[in-house]
């Protein structure tokens, strides 16, 4: 919905502002990029129906442009909306709602609308052996063509892949987590991980076994200063040009792993970097970590959002 035009200034100032707002109170940066463009949908709506002044902006208007949404195609794949995506503009918006109270001192309830039922998500947890297999994988990169990186630099890349690995899968973070992750959050002496910005704007600690900080150290001090092309840049992990690597090259690093990972089973696996979290959470409790340890550590902010592993135990782990 980013190219709905909005023709009303003050439209086009609020919206800017929503996700200033967002990034201010330290949201992901994934919600501070989408919640504006719902959001830009909904207003785009509204002038569409000869609504221009953000103080017309009430509940039965919002209930009548959800119900709007709610029956209208997807633009490009067909068919209906999902659950999961109707649920993202309600979020949008019942935070457009907390922006207007609290910075436009505009009084306004919340919007009542319920949650549709969230679509169901098919997961598959690797095992332990898989994951060892990612591993040495690593090793087994340095020997493969590299298009973009020089011969000397591979190790640095091995060294790298392993602290990715430590990272999404040892420490369970996020995709935006682990992308933000800079030099100054990895605390060594405690064994500490610290996440500034979880999802919700919500900080946390995670704790690090001895492998994973020895993964992160050896990158930190060994790989990444092979990396690096000024010595200004915070991020943890970095790209071939000495910059923050995003999001896409680091789950392309892990598709490449599970390549020469050598396991036919694995490598037919639909694996992205939120595989990792999924598959440390259901080993953590297959282990017997508490169902409210695990919530902590990953950062969920009810056990509701845990809970969708406990199943996972016993059907991927019960007969070994």
Known sequence: MRKLPLQTPAFRYLEKSYGQWLDILGYAPSTVKTFPTYIR???????KN??????Q????MIKTYYQALSQRSHQRQGGSLSNNYLNAHLNAIDRLLEYLRKQARIEIPPSGIPKETPNPETITPLTLAQ?????QAADLRVEAQEETYHRSDRPALALRDKALLAVFYDCGLRRTEGENLNLSDLHYDSRLLEVRKGKGGKPRFVPLNQSAANHLQNYHYEGRPVLMRTGTEDAF???????????NLLNNRLKALQHYSGDTT?????????VLRHSIATHLLYHGMSLEHVSRFLGHASLESTQVYTHLV??????G
């Open 57 to 60: 902006i009430d509940i039965p």
């Open 41 to 47: 949908e909904f207003l785009h709506y509204m002038e």
């Open 314 to 319: 016993e059907q991927s782990f019960g007969e």
């Open 237 to 247: 992990f970095l790209n071939y040009k000495g910059q923050r690597a995003g999001g």
């Open 131 to 135: 994951v060892k297999k990612l591993y």
């Open 50 to 55: 000869g609504y221009t002044q953000i103080n």
């Open 266 to 274: 694995l490598q037919q696996m639909p694996l992205h970097l939120h």
